[in-house]
């Protein structure tokens, strides 16, 4: 099977939705108040910042192609962070955020108020199978991204590929690319929060298969001066 020689993943950064969801999360509330639809939401001015740091990474690593969810704020931390490199853009609507269907704008206190028998199935099935009415599971998820992965790795042989995407994207990556078992993945997910702007990446190793470099890296944002987001306003996901 034909592999790509570099891949990464990048976390948008920090949305103006991210710091509401913040807000709302630490001040007890059961709504998150969000003008836009999530496709919508753009980036806060913190979140431009980080952009520029990973364009500095990225200019060191020459992708060849970059990947990218159609959201607003995954589009802008492209635009900002591959500026006039002459680097080729797709947008995929494959690696769109997870659509949480009836816990759209909910806290985790809202899910528990509102949608008590939502949260007992949840609890129940695990995060890994449990699919919200008109939303997706993480099953339903890695569905459209084994997809998107094949047709790269056959369209890219040898590649150089950047994906700008989302917070659960990063790690079904890393499952997908690390053979991880669902409960790897789980214990991944519940230990790790993935920073805004974060970057991980896998290279091609000498047996053909692709290797973890960096996960969830930040270091890029400390050297060029970009205000890395505090862990606790990373997972504005309510369950």
Not at 37 to 65: I, M, S
Not at 103 to 124: F, H, K, M, Y
Not at 192 to 204: D, E, F, G, V
Request: one cysteine or more; hydrophobic letters at 40%; a negative charge.
């Amino acid at each position: 099977m034909e592999q790509l020689h570099w891949l990464a993943v990048v976390r948008h950064g920090l949305s103006t939705g991210n710091v509401t969801a913040q807000d709302a999360e630490t001040s007890g509330a059961e709504l998150i108040d969000i003008p836009e639809r999530d496709a919508d939401v753009p980036l806060a001015p913190a979140g431009r910042e980080q952009a520029g740091a990973v364009g500095r990474f990225l200019a060191d690593h020459r992708p060849d192609l970059a990947v990218v969810s159609p959201y607003l704020r995954t589009r802008q931390t492209a635009e900002i962070a591959l500026g006039d490199s002459g680097v080729p853009v797709v947008v995929d609507e494959r690696l769109r955020d997870r659509e949480l269907g009836v816990l759209d704008l909910l806290t985790a206190r809202g899910v528990q108020a509102r949608l008590p028998d939502e949260a007992r199935r949840r609890e129940r099935l695990g995060k890994f199978y449990y699919r919200p009415p008109g939303g997706e599971s993480w099953a339903d998820v890695l569905l459209r991204l084994r997809a998107l992965l094949r047709e790269i790795r056959q369209d890219h042989p040898g590649g150089r590929v950047v994906l700008f995407a989302h917070e659960a994207t990063v790690l079904m990556v890393r499952y997908l690319a690390e053979g991880l078992s669902e409960a790897e993945l789980m214990e991944l997910a519940h230990g790790s929060a993935i920073a805004n702007c974060s970057i991980s990446t896998w290279r091609l190793s000498s047996s053909a298969r692709l290797e973890p470099e960096l996960f969830n890296a930040v270091d890029h944002l400390h050297r060029h001066d970009a205000p890395p987001t505090r862990q606790e306003d990373v997972n504005a996901e309510p369950v």
